[in-house]
Each structure stands twice: as structure tokens, then as C-alpha cells.
T-cell receptor
Framework: GNSVTQMEGPVTLSEEAFLTINCTYTATGYPSLFWYVQYPGEGLQLLLKATKADDKGSNKGFEATYRKETTSFHLEKGSVQVSDSAVYFCALNRGDYKLSFGAGTTVTVRA | DAGVIQSPRHEVTEMGQEVTLRCKPISGHDYLFWYRQTMMRGLELLIYFNNNVPIDDSGMPEDRFSAKMPNASFSTLKIQPSEPRDSAVYFC????????????FGQGTRLTVV
């Protein structure tokens, strides 16, 4: 079936470190892929998305490239800040308009 | 638009009581989703509606849970009777139709059943 697997956390980094969160998916057809971010006490917000193979989504210094050959959509940021501390969710839209979410990765950035 | 609005933000109730969670989706959105988030199970889709019609309720855990969408601007999720294991954060989200569209989430209702 359709599913998303993302790296388990928690991840703890120092400010200005490089962040990678791995995400792989299993899906029939050609899903759209998303990264959502959840800050403490808040709902999920869209961080970026990509809707076809080789598309790169980017926002707030974060990037992810839709790799169909490896069925991956890894999230990266070159220099994290304390304000990036949050839970990050990878998700896919299967075409039936339901989002399938990964388990979430908790990221903590220390000053 | 103010985004997806959920109420209440926090709810504490006693076991056995009825709980009703409310959601106002973004105007013009065709789809409405109810999710539950717990530490143990992560984010689970409970039910979703398209144009006010329930499409898939396979995620509703038990008959104690029910959801309605009487019109395009309002939905409720009801738990009757509530149990301590229902304690979680419940999110409502809405979206437009289409493969490429994202869901917009409300801030959630934190439910505690004691």
C-alpha cells in the first residue's frame, strides 16, 4: 500500500549545523510529496512540497527534491537555527486527497 | 481567511461524558479531515468529508466516535461516552481538491479524559 517512512528521532543539533531528515515512500502512481512542520503547541504547517519527479521544493532555507528513482524526498537545511526546533513530518498525497504522514521527526537545535 | 478554526483549544472531561469538538474549515475548501495525534500512534486520519459527505471513516476507532458536517462551514467530532484512552490532540484540516494541494490544519483541540 501507500506509505511514508521517515528517519526516527529525536535529532539534536547545534546552531548552524547541517540538518538532513530522510524520507522514503511507497506509492502507486505518482503522488505529490510534502514536508510539514509542527512547532510546540501548534498545528501542522506546510513547509514545502513537490508534485512531480525531480521537482525541488524550498522554503525558509529548507529544501527537498522528489527522487522517483530512489522513492525519496529527504529534507535538508544547511544552517539550522534554534527557531527550527520542531517536529517534521513527511507526507504524500495519494490522489484520493488523503495525506499519508510519516511518524514525525523531532528536531532540537541548541544555541 | 482566518484559517481553520477549532474549538475548544483544550477540553478536560470525566470518563463517560460526551465530548464535542468543533471545526470551521477554510471557506471554499472541498475537503475536511479529522486527525488524532498521540505519542504512541502518531498522526492518524479518523474520517474525511468531500462536499460535506463522509467519504472514508475507516479510521474512526469505535462506534463511540461520530462525525458530522451539516454544511460547508462547520463540522463536529463527537465522542460518547469518552474514555481515558481517547486523550489526544485532535486536528481538523481542510483542502481544495487536487493531487497537488496541501491540507491546512487548525491548531488542534487537546482532549484530556480523566
Amino acid at each position: 500500500g501507500n506509505s511514508v517512512t521517515q528517519m526516527e528521532g529525536p535529532v539534536t543539533l547545534s546552531e548552524e549545523a547541517f540538518l538532513t531528515i530522510n524520507c522514503t515512500y511507497t506509492a502507486t502512481g505518482y503522488p505529490s510529496l510534502f514536508w510539514y512542520v509542527q512547532y510546540p503547541g501548534e498545528g501542522l504547517q506546510l513547509l514545502l512540497k513537490a508534485t512531480k519527479a525531480d521537482d525541488k521544493g524550498s522554503n525558509k532555507g529548507f529544501e527537498a527534491t522528489y527522487r522517483k528513482e530512489t522513492t525519496s524526498f529527504h529534507l535538508e537545511k544547511g544552517s539550522v537555527q534554534v527557531s527550527d526546533s520542531a517536529v517534521y513530518f513527511c507526507a504524500l498525497n495519494r490522489g484520493d486527497y488523503k495525506l499519508s504522514f510519516g511518524a514525525g521527526t523531532t528536531v532540537t537545535v541548541r544555541a | 481567511d482566518a484559517g481553520v478554526i477549532q474549538s475548544p483549544r483544550h477540553e478536560v472531561t470525566e470518563m463517560g461524558q460526551e465530548v464535542t469538538l468543533r471545526c470551521k474549515p477554510i471557506s471554499g475548501h472541498d475537503y475536511l479531515f479529522w486527525y488524532r495525534q498521540t505519542m504512541m500512534r502518531g498522526l492518524e486520519l479518523l474520517i474525511y468529508f468531500n462536499n460535506n459527505v463522509p467519504i472514508d471513516d475507516s479510521g474512526m476507532p469505535e462506534d463511540r466516535f461520530s462525525a458530522k458536517m451539516p454544511n460547508a462551514s462547520f463540522s463536529t467530532l463527537k465522542i460518547q461516552p469518552s474514555e481515558p484512552r481517547d486523550s489526544a490532540v485532535y486536528f481538523c484540516a481542510s483542502s481544495l481538491a487536487g493531487w497537488e494541494t496541501e491540507a491546512f490544519f487548525g491548531q488542534g483541540t487537546r482532549l484530556t479524559v480523566v
